[in-house]
Structure formats: C-alpha cells, structure tokens
C-alpha cells in the first residue's frame, strides 16, 4: 500500500514511516523541517531507510502545495502527525498552533476529500481532556482542554467528524499519552532529563513533582497507528497504562544515567496534574496492546541520549 506521511521527520511520525517501509510499503513524507528544534535532527530521523522512501519538503499550511501533492502521488492513506506540538509552544504562540494544528488539518482534509485516499487516520492526544473529572481517562471523559494545544487538537478531532459526514472521508483519531522512546523530541522531559543526568546537572521539576503521566514507548504508539489504517473508525486512547510521578521518572533516569540531582521549580501554565489512559476501546476494537515495560523503554531511551548528546 501506499501512504502518505505528514510530520513523518519528526519523532513519531520518523517511527512510522520507517516501520512502514521495512513492511514493504510506498511511504510518501512530507515535512517542513520547522525550526521549533533542529531540522538536522529530523534529517537524521529520516536519513538511512532503505526501500521505496519519499521524502518531500513541504508544509500543511498550504493548502495548494497539498492539494497538488495528494493529486500527483495518490495515496491509499494518510497518516496525518504534522502539528506544532508542546504545550508551553501553545501558550507562548496560541496562533502559530492554531495556523499549524487546524488550519493545516483542515487543508489535509481539504485536499483529500476529492481524492481515492480510503482513510485518513490523525494523530491526537491526550491533552483534549484536560481538567480531570475522573481517571483513568475513557475516550468519554469529558474533554476540557487547559492548554491552547489541548484545544487545538480537539477542533481538529471535530473537524475530521464534520469531513466523514458531509464528504464521507473515513478517519480514526488517536489520543496519544506521552509517547517516548528514541528519537525522542529534545523539548521534551525525558530527553531533557536525561541530557542533563547524563553530565551530572541538575533536573528542574516544575512544581513539586507530584505530577504524574501515562507513558507510551513510541513503538506501542506505532502499533496502533498501523492497526487504525484497517481498524476501527472512532476515537481511541493509546496509553502504555505506566503512570509515574515526575519526580519518580527523574529519579529513575539519574539513576540510568549514573548522575544529576533534583531542583524544583516554578510550576507552568497548561500542563494537567495527571493523565492516566483506559485503554478497553483500543484492545478490543484495534486489537492493540502496548507491550514495552516501561523501565525496559526508559532505558532504552537514556541509552539513545548518551549515543547522541555525548
């Protein structure tokens, strides 16, 4: 089959577009290479495939440049990961997220509504539920975003259902729950904490710690992606079911890393006290489950940072 990858340079879109190839399928990548980090480190992500690999720089806020691209390589499906990602991104720019997130899905949308594509599946998260009313999460918990990304990806879980009822585009969405592993994003906590454990620095913690997510090793995430081409047509949660504290995942990496120690900082704007993933949906209608022990994923992880930091 043929797919069509957008984001598919960044960490979990490289992931999918690499497993894809090695099943023996056309992948299609489009990125824009956004500077938000490296755009070498994206590059690299991309940069040794081996077998039937596009990659195409562009960006999903052009609409026309879309239009034009699903047209000429008519893809069986879409794989739909480019976002500007990060909450604190969303809050210090609400309109680049806004421009980035929903403006760039409805021109996905826009540009495959006409086209032979059988289905569109988008990569959500987590952050659409927002305040807590109860945990775990069930996709029926009550989606009260607190962070304008949150917010951005519940527009465009919205937008994808107005699609398939007036266009008939077939999608299914996919609410990741912090995914890691490597390839990790440098933005991100893990990759943060373990850069800085790894030369003996400290590990700032927002707020006291007790902060807890539910972390998914990025190659359960990519299971499920793939499972939701031919599966399901709703909602999912993809969660690794491992809910640690912040301060517990600090410690776990200092101790990986054989160094650091731990300060506690000023807490921020838009992040959730908790996320813990229900995942019944997912296992009984994608047939999917996550399978990566998270000490074993950690690791894993803390060991691609030494090879690539130090």
Known sequence: MKVLVSGGAGFIGSHICERLV?????VVCVDNLDGYYSPEVKRRNIGSFDGDFTFIEGDI???????????GESPEYVIH?????????????????CEVNIQGTINVLEAVKESNVRKLVFASSSSVYGRIEYLPFDEEHPKNPIS????????CEHYLRLYERFYGIKHTSLRYFTVYGPRIRPDLAIHKFARTALTGGRLELYGDGSKSRDFTYVSDAVDATLKALKKGGEVYNVGGGARV????????????AGGGTISYIKDQMGDVMHT??????ARRELCWNPVKDFEEGLRETVEWVRSVNL
Do not use: C
């Open 245 to 256: 504290t912040v301060k517990e995942l600090a410690e776990k990496i200092i101790e990986l």
């Open 22 to 26: 090695n099943e023996g399928h056309e």
């Open 61 to 71: 806020r052009d609409g026309v440049f879309l239009k034009g691209l699903v047209d």
């Open 81 to 97: 990961e480019a976002a500007q990602a990060g909450v604190r991104a969303s809050v210090a720019d609400p309109l680049k997220t």
């Open 148 to 155: 304008q990304y949150g917010a951005s990806k519940l527009a």
């Open 276 to 281: 813990e993933s229900n995942t019944e949906k």
